[in-house]
């Protein structure tokens, strides 16, 4: 009865934290680190620690839970899930920032405005916490579900996000020339006589410069296609596209899944007699071990001085896309894998892993996209650079500052998120009971000659 159902809560509440804690010491920790060991643990430390974690140790905890798998019992419909919450909830925001355009409310920069509040709600943990979190309640085996979670960002939101990023640079005159002949801004006036670009404004700066957004302007006004590095506009998109796929299949993460999936396949075609070196998945199954207690400390470092920011000239957004991180996705994940079939473990993993907080990840891509100049690009605390005083670097810089803001916020409030929603899960017997229950595999799956 009730008291069961009280005692069984406790008791995965526990295992929970069991997780949960030393994770949240170690990014005390990485935050201890950076206040108190500055020149140890600088902004060098913090981007080489963050880039092992996503070049290296990511890539390799995708490539062996995919590779020892048979990739006929994937589950598909649990990939599914993902994909829909997140075409859901780009829907949702463009209704919302698009709809305030009709409304007589005009959002100055559209794009970058839906592509922030996307990330800040669908972009999920679902590898460094996501893991750690599941098996916790359901075993070990639960980890393929957090990257068939993990794909679902990969294959569909990453390059929806790069097309995108690339399409708002152009849109607003951020191209960048692709030759040295190319190095010339239009003049003002008619936007069609060339002007050599002055050296404070190349590398990317070209495209805040008033001139140029003055000839852009002109040159739309006489009809003219709007040109950037003396190109129009489709053209220099579709010269895009072949860099936006090798970026796409080049992103670690995503080459940890192509090397997964090429691997089982191969062991497929073998008809399961090509066995690989025990010691090679043993040396990738160590490098993964290092995600979780790694990535943590590096997100207590990255915590170091963005705290004060965000809740200084951040505090009101960042609430409601923490709302909508932990609340609203997690709802809709629910109608969504009720909809699907999912049940059990399954559909209890969907909800709870749309429950984590947003991945680091994602303040390196709105770093970059967002183009915020700050002393961390150069790995020094020497603050914002000189340019970051105009209007559109100032706002670029507080979209950065209300990402980081999210990873901050969420990473503290992870835990008893994650423990409210499970208990809520619980209480209403939501997918079925599943007390007791670990994650296997279907019952008709054949051992995999590469498993551990």
Avoid at 37 to 50: E, G, P, Q, V
Avoid at 260 to 280: F, H, I, K, N, S
């Amino acid at each position: 009865g009730r008291a069961a159902l009280h005692h069984f809560i406790m008791s995965t509440a526990s295992d929970i934290l069991s997780e949960a804690i030393p994770l949240c010491l170690i990014m005390l920790l990485g935050y201890l680190c950076a206040r108190f060991r500055r020149r140890t643990f600088s902004a060098h430390a913090l981007n080489a620690l963050n880039s092992f974690v996503y070049n290296i140790t990511i890539p390799a905890t995708v490539f062996v839970g995919l590779a020892s798998k048979d990739l006929e019992n994937l589950d598909g419909t649990f990939l599914s899930a993902f994909v829909l919450v997140r075409v859901l909830t780009a829907v949702v925001v463009a209704t919302g920032v698009w709809g305030q355009q009709l409304w007589g409310r005009p959002v100055p920069d559209p794009l970058g405005t839906f592509l922030l509040y996307w990330i800040g709600s669908t972009w999920v943990n679902t590898i460094v916490f996501g893991i750690p979190m599941l098996a916790s309640l359901y075993g070990p085996k639960v980890k393929l579900l957090n990257i068939l979670a993990a794909m679902g960002s990969l294959f569909f939101q990453l390059p929806v996000m790069l097309i995108l990023f690339e399409l708002r640079d152009f849109q607003r005159g951020e191209g960048t020339p692709s030759t040295g002949d190319e190095k010339f801004l239009p003049a003002n006036g008619a936007g069609t006589a060339l002007a050599p670009v002055p050296a404070s404004l190349e590398n990317g700066d070209v495209a805040r410069s008033d001139s140029y957004r003055a000839a852009q302007n002109d040159a739309a006004a006489c009809g003219e296609k709007p040109q950037i590095g003396g190109q129009p506009l489709g053209s220099k998109l579709l010269r895009i596209l072949p860099r936006l796929l090798l970026r796409m299949v080049l992103n670690p993460p995503m080459t940890g899944i192509i090397l997964g999936v090429l691997w089982a396949l191969l062991v497929r075609m073998a008809g399961g007699e090509q066995r690989c070196p025990y010691w090679v998945f043993t040396w990738t199954f160590d490098l993964g071990e290092c995600v979780s207690p790694v990535a943590a400390f590096t997100i207590g470092m990255f915590m170091f001085g963005r705290e004060h920011a965000f809740f200084r000239e951040s505090l009101a957004h960042g609430v409601v896309l923490l709302v909508a991180k932990f609340v609203l996705m997690p709802l809709a994940m629910l109608g969504i894998a009720y909809m699907l079939g999912l049940d059990g473990i399954e559909g209890r993993s969907a909800v709870l892993i749309a429950a984590l907080p947003i991945a680091v990840s994602s303040f390196s891509i709105s770093k970059k996209y967002f183009g915020a100049k700050t002393g961390d690009d150069n790995g020094d605390d020497a603050g914002p650079q000189p340019w970051s005083s105009s209007p559109l670097a100032m706002e670029s810089e507080a979209q950065v500052i209300l990402i980081s803001g999210q990873i901050v916020m969420g990473s503290v409030l992870m835990a008893p998120v994650f423990l409210a929603w499970n208990a809520i899960l619980e209480h209403f017997e939501a997918f079925g009971d599943v007390t007791g229950q670990t994650y296997t595999f279907t019952v008709d799956q054949q051992p995999s000659t590469c498993s551990f």
